[in-house]
């Protein structure tokens, strides 16, 4: 999908709109030119291709409205004033020589002096890759930070729109005072690009220095590398000097998730095997085309552990989040369709006192789930920015199906009220008169009804895009169709599990027959293990067969939770057994007795059980497509040990508080 013709036309029409309209206030200069810029801090004017290798165009003038002007202002740092670079509205892009980097940081060092970057955020770092053995041991270091893409995803999927891809260079450009730190653009990115600052609670990342190429200046972290391993400017367009202009290097992730505007030159020898010198595990295989893959490094042996502590994580909101969301889901269209549809027990409950207050749980379900969605944010109150990116953010529309499903069943629950009998008895008796005497009873019916469907529909367009929010390339581990049966099987096993403890009870303590409800709920249940079941045994082994980051994560799913992988498959299996022979001795005995009523609430327990289980494993166990980091707050093991023994506590060691 092109991005420029998405979100980017828009965005660049508002803005220069926005900026026709503004009064020009005294320029001033963009950017101080220091008496002892370099020669080769400075820009070139060189004559460029028309398309990159990706086919898109280089000049990106057509981005503009026609008649908006060629060279209107950028607005940085409020300043109205408009740069001197004649290839403003070309793309551009770093290039990156890997056998000249000595890996000696200047460029971090200038890029976060230049930023006032606090200690645990770089928007560019250093990492490196190694192979050999002495004396041919090798070394590879990377420097990397955003790289502006063809596709930005981080744009797409964005829900608040903090993102633009401007004509001016191509530089994709982040608002950090219009994110509300969802982290979602961290997910996406392969190149760990955004930062979210845990502290400020809110996303920045490398804006490509558009204040100084204004002035024909390159960027601030290319002009102080020592080694001459960074240079930047039109894209394709070759630097002097270089031979090369690959768009894939060893540990770099694949090029085709967003086609990024980085070019590499990497020409000496390096071994067939390269490895990261930080605690991830995976390495680098030179395959038949020469081309580097990824594969796994066994880091950490084959012993299997528990780590039941580790299981908690920055990710606890949005697991309660999902579960809770599912579950009511699930619970409500099984209440609301089984009466809908006329199913016997299901027609009584409705009628019952506990077919109101089991909606009212449900919506307070969903309504717990939301606020520890926001309390996840970086800033809770920003919340309803949520919704700004509903053309293209599956967040967005996770959001919206969401708010669509507790708002129309609290609508439902309202019109409900009237056509129960219990609060007809109750009106009579407060106010001395036939509540059917003021409204009419069969039309509230038919709007409960309708809001009913409306919920329903809300919450599968929810479920949908929750899905969807998971599908990340940049996450291989997550990128498999069993997140849609794990989201599915929840949404079955617990709704069915939440509908049958209450109605099972209400029609047994009514006198009525609870064979009907409790078959439907046993084989809605059973049937959401099932899935989910499936789901899992495909994923293990597709993820088991995987030379990349999925099977990484498969990889510390067997060793680090190891034993807790292998109680969350027992207990599914185990459960989905039992499930099965309560089904088929229900069949056999024309109904539920004690002991079958109690082997569901067996199957009840394991099921919640299993699901916050395999819901932590989910969040804890994905490795992203990032480079490889060997420095301090870029290296996991690194972090875990600051943590471990208090040098976390010290800021200038890099690794942010757990405050997101």
Known sequence: MNTRTLPIDD???SASTTMDFMPPPAPRKIWEIRTEEQSYARLSDLDIPETNRYGQKIDLIDLTEKNAPVGRSMYINENPAVGTNPNRNKQHGFYFTADNCIGCHACEAACSEKNDNPAHLAFRSVGYVEGGSFPDYKRMNISMACNHCDDPVCLKGCPTRAYTKHAEYGAVLQDPETCFGCGYCTWVCPYNAPQLDPVKGQVSKCNMCVDRLEVGLKPACVAACVGNALDFGVIEKIPEGREQARVEIPGFPS?????????????????DEMKRTDSMPLKYHKDDKGRYRPAIDQKRGQEMHWNFTRLSSRENPLVLFTLAAQMAAGAFALQFLGALAGIGG?????????YVPLAIVNVMLVAFGLFMSTMHLG????????FNNLRHSPVSREGLGIAIFVGAM??????????????QAIWQRVFGADISSLISIPVVHGIATFFGVIAVLGSAVGLYYMNRCYRIKARPFWNHWQVATAFIGSALSLGALLAGAVMIPTLALSGLSVFGATWVCGIVLATGLIVEGIGHRAHARDMGRAEHEGGASYYVQTTTFGKTFLLRNALLGTNIALACALLAVMLLRDGPGITTLMGWAVVGVIAVATSLIGRALFYVLVIPTTMPGAFFWKNKGFEDHARAIGLANMPQVGVAPLRH
């Open 346 to 354: 299901f027609v009584a409950f409705a009628q019952s006192a506990l």
């Open 255 to 271: 090029p085709e998730i967003t086609q990024p505007n980085i070019r590499f030159q990497q020409i000496k020898q390096l071994p």
């Open 379 to 386: 800033k809770p109150k920003r919340f309803y920015r949520g």
């Open 11 to 13: 965005l660049i029409a």
């Open 410 to 423: 609290g609508a439902h629950t309202a019109f409900s009220l009237p056509d129960a009998p219990w609060f």
